[in-house]
């Protein structure tokens, strides 16, 4: 058994029966993160392939999770090894891999992010070892409790599909609906047409295999919307996203009304 400092709180929650929310990180401020936990949320990703995030900033993000049922997830840049063993190296609970497109693909970051035999991840004295103080401990657990989440986000991932879900250890797969439109000549939309059945298909077929599946929902009704569907792990949103959706309706409704000047 892992110790409970090492376990990955997200894992054992996919696998129950109530879904699992989260949100998606932008933000350098860790207090992000920090808010995220106590309002009981499950997960944060952390998206370094866009914006300004940086290593340090991770780190941050993670240290303000500490203690909490908060699972970190990092959207790293690309499918390398430097990308990936640094996320965990810092103490991510996974990492979600970006513009999968082959089974080969998703399997290369496992190699990545996994210890020998089933990998080829290196061994560093960092923040996941507790800098060196508990590195057996960590390296009899690593490999099951790191999650590697390719994300579904191109064409040509639903097209090989099969083949991906066939990959050993993948437990969850995350939809991206606005790249996969874009990829299919959709620029700018959600869910372009067909976008829309195309994630129902890959959401049934990864179900069939006991395989999670996540996606963000646009607002309340798509939450209840893609709840219903089954997905497991749901976005409410991201933090910069969010701040707009509340803060455009009170500007415009301000907008559209006058004050009277007071001086006290």
Not at 7 to 21: E, H, I, T, V, W
Not at 98 to 112: H, I, K, S, W, Y
Request: aromatic content about 6%.
């Amino acid at each position: 058994m892992p110790l409970p400092d090492f376990s990955n709180p997200l894992r054992p929650k996919l696998k129950g029966d109530a879904p699992c929310k989260g949100l998606w990180v932008t933000m350098e401020s860790a207090t992000v993160t920090e808010l995220a936990a106590e309002l009981g949320l499950d997960w944060v990703t952390l998206d370094m392939e866009h914006g300004c995030l940086d290593y340090k900033d991770v780190a941050q993000h993670l240290r303000a999770a500490r203690g909490s049922d908060l699972a970190v997830l990092v959207r790293v840049p690309a499918i390398t090894v430097d990308t990936i063993k640094r996320a965990l190296d810092l103490g991510a609970d996974g990492v979600l891999l970006p513009l999968v497109r082959t089974a080969e693909d998703l399997e290369l970051g496992m190699q990545f992010g996994r210890y020998p035999p089933r990998g080829q991840r290196g061994i560093g004295g960092e923040r996941s070892l507790r800098w060196g103080l508990k590195l057996q401990e960590y390296l009899a657990m690593a490999n099951e409790e790191c999650m590697v989440i390719p994300l579904i986000e191109l064409g040509d991932a639903v097209d090989n599909i099969d083949s991906i879900l066939e990959v050993e250890g993948l437990e969850t797969i995350f939809l991206g609906p606005a790249d996969l439109s874009s990829s299919r000549g959709f620029l700018g939309e959600w869910e372009g047409p067909g976008v829309a059945e195309e994630i129902l298909t890959v959401l049934e077929k990864a179900g069939r295999k006991g395989i999670a599946s996540g996606i963000m929902a646009m607002d309340n009704a798509d939450l209840v919307t893609r709840l219903e569907q089954g997905f497991r792990m749901v976005g409410l949103g991201s933090d910069v996203g969010m701040m707009s959706r509340q803060l455009r309706p009170m500007l415009s409704e301000l907008g559209g009304r006058s004050f009277e000047k007071r001086w006290f």
